[in-house]
């Protein structure tokens, strides 16, 4: 009988005293305070979001509640079907966006991760003639903000024949000089002798970039895949300007458009908002562990 | 391979036919590495390069896109400064956020960043910070259009009118008064984020061995301890967020456009980046559109330097 109470009761003991040292212990006034501080904090940088996703599932008749509310309170799937004939009085429908939201921003990542890890593999392990000069002109392009050079972009775009077509969308993102530099200070890391044991196996530096550089430095490119990911998906004003037909348009053009539209529509705005603003924090929660990684190491070392 | 680049780096070629075997000789040596450099190369100077040097060359010019440019001197830039009213305010407002929303958005970030970085589940609270910045402006104007909106419906003008602050709503997104200080706060809130982040990773970046090696040297207090350990350390990312606030700031244009229209009321919200959209893209007066780019360009890349100076170390 004891030492069947002793089995039950010695864990629960334990149990509480494990809870006790990492939970409770060290908890002083000032510290609850701060926890409430920041709770507060982190429900008003939330909120918006969790406004956008509550709105996106609201009934017509919650929609125009008077005072309004902040959460839903009978969800429904009707404003996705909304956004979708919204958008299909319009001159395209809306899965067109989608399909070029989708299809600009995979090439984007795709091949601007390969670009940038290249071009970044052989300034950082190559002591080529003009690589320091490059990498010089590199650092000075980070402090270009991107509208400074939308007109000559324009221009060049046009010159090349493919003002309103994809590569207008896709050519001009993929050698950003923010994602070389990032790649660049991780590859820094990477120690010459793996490369020269490499070579001494007879390997090329394109089979040692696949090999052992692409591998080590996954946080880096990991990196450049959320930023790229963001910076198209997000983008307004390069389809914008790059692109005249209403074929070509991305998610947050069309987004201008239904939110701008008639109040009829605010849940279908709603909802749309949501399908934009979703994949971006998906994918962040995925892979936020390799972004802690990666921005360690993105300081201008100067 | 290696053998030949090692006689070509030991044996300088000297003139004429020599030179020109050494320069083929190092190009066959190192093709590989010059092929995986091309492309980021070549599409770094057609897009980034081509441009800005044509916008610099432009600025000098009279160019409508229907007749070839015109070389006017400088008449673009004394216009802009002397006549051109809107871009003095525009001006205004631009270095209204470089002044206040750059500098507090950037010690808010390291402020949060600090204090976050000694919480427990600090991963949580990171993705909340940062939640703002990977969102869509656009996708998130219809939130703030909600919450700014001038009719009794919009949330901040119910609630000070349920607490008897106002008894009529007021116009937060129309009036000129109150524009402003909305794009400011909208765009002080979404760009907390990526400085954010690189403090939060400098911060646990810092071993922690320094901390007790500073307790026992007569470290006090924690704010003793964040002067004379953690910044000192963290001086990378301090001026890696430093130029990454700058270009944000000075680069404040479609927040403001989607909350106040283009134009916004009396110019209210127009900032340099609006005027150059206004006379690139809707005047389509390119020659006065670039002068607009290119001191934009110098404005950005002045204060760049100057914080590149100040978190540059000559004790390191």
């Known amino acids: ?94 899965t067109r966006y989608l399909f070029n939201s989708v299809f600009t921003t995979v090439a984007i990542v795709l091949f601007s991760v390969i670009v940038t890890s290249m071009g970044a593999f052989i300034i950082s392990k190559y002591k080529l003639p003009g690589m320091a000069f490059i990498f010089a002109v590199v650092i000075s392009a980070l402090m270009f903000p991107a509208q400074v050079t939308s007109i000559p972009t324009y221009f060049v775009i046009s010159n090349l024949a493919i003002l309103n077509t994809y590569w207008a969308l896709i050519l001009p993102k993929l050698a950003v000089p923010y994602n070389l530099f990032l790649v660049k200070q991780f590859m820094d890391q990477i120690p010459d002798q793996t490369l020269e044991a490499a070579k001494v196996d007879g390997a090329n530096e394109w089979t040692m970039f696949w090999k052992i550089v692409m591998p080590y430095v996954k946080p880096a490119w990991m990196t450049v895949v959320i930023f790229s990911f963001i910076g198209n998906w997000n983008d307004f004003s390069s389809p914008l300007i790059y692109t005249t037909s209403e074929a070509m348009k991305t998610l947050p053009l069309a987004m201008l458009g239904v939110s701008n539209g008639t109040v009829g529509r605010m849940g279908a705005a709603a909802a749309g908002a949501f399908v934009t603003v979703m994949p971006s924090i998906v994918l962040f929660i995925i892979l936020q562990r390799q972004v802690m990684d990666t921005m360690a190491h993105s300081g201008i070392k100067s | 391979m290696a053998g030949q680049t090692a006689v070509a780096a030991s044996h300088p070629p000297a003139y004429g036919t020599r030179k020109r075997t050494g320069l083929v000789a190092h190009l066959k040596t190192h093709k590989i590495k010059y092929l995986m450099l091309a492309p980021f190369i070549l599409l770094f100077f057609v897009f980034y390069i081509v441009p800005v040097a044509s916008s610099i060359v432009l600025s000098f010019t009279y160019y409508n896109m229907l007749q070839p440019p015109r070389w006017i001197g400088l008449a673009n830039y004394r216009l802009l400064f002397l006549e051109d009213d809107i871009f003095l305010i525009a001006l205004k407002n631009t270095l209204a956020f470089a002044v206040v929303t750059g500098p507090l958005s950037y010690f808010l970030s390291f402020f949060f960043a600090w204090i976050i970085n000694s919480l427990r589940f600090s991963n949580l609270f990171a993705l909340a910070f940062y939640a703002p910045s990977i969102t869509s402006t656009v996708a998130l104007t219809v939130v703030w259009t909600y919450i700014f909106s001038g009719d009794r419906y919009g949330l901040i003008n119910k609630f000070l009118i349920d607490f008897g602050l106002i008894d009529r709503p007021i116009l937060w997104l129309s009036n000129p008064d109150y524009m402003l200080y909305v794009v400011m706060f909208v765009s002080l809130w979404m760009s907390m984020g990526a400085g954010f982040l690189v403090f939060l ?53 479609d927040i403001a456009v989607a909350l106040t229209g283009m134009p916004s009321a009396n110019y209210a919200a127009h900032t340099i980046v609006s005027h150059l959209y206004d006379y690139a893209f809707i005047r389509f007066e390119l020659g006065y559109a670039s002068a607009i780019s290119v001191v934009l360009f110098l404005l950005t890349f002045t204060l760049g330097r100057i914080s590149m100076r100040m978190f540059s170390s000559s004790d390191e």
């Open chain 2, 201 to 253: 990773a400098g911060l646990r970046n810092v071993p922690s061995d320094l901390y007790e090696a500073g307790a026992i040297d007569g470290i006090k207090n924690k704010f003793q301890q964040m002067w004379m350990i953690t910044l000192p350390l963290m001086k990378p990312q301090l001026l890696f967020g430093a130029v990454m606030s700058i270009v944000a700031s000075f680069a404040v244009f």
């Open chain 1, 1 to 94: 009988m004891l030492a069947a109470s002793k089995q039950i009761f010695k864990p629960i003991g334990r149990a509480a005293y494990v809870f006790h040292r990492r939970w409770i212990k060290g908890i002083t006034l000032s510290k609850i305070f701060l926890y409430l501080f920041m709770i507060a904090l982190v429900v008003f940088t939330a909120a918006p979001i969790i406004f956008v996703a509550s709105t996106a599932f609201k009934p017509l008749d919650e929609l125009f509640l008077y005072p309004p509310r902040f959460f839903v309170m009978k969800p429904t799937f009707k404003n996705f079907g909304d956004l979708l004939i919204a958008t299909d009085s319009s001159l395209v429908p809306f």
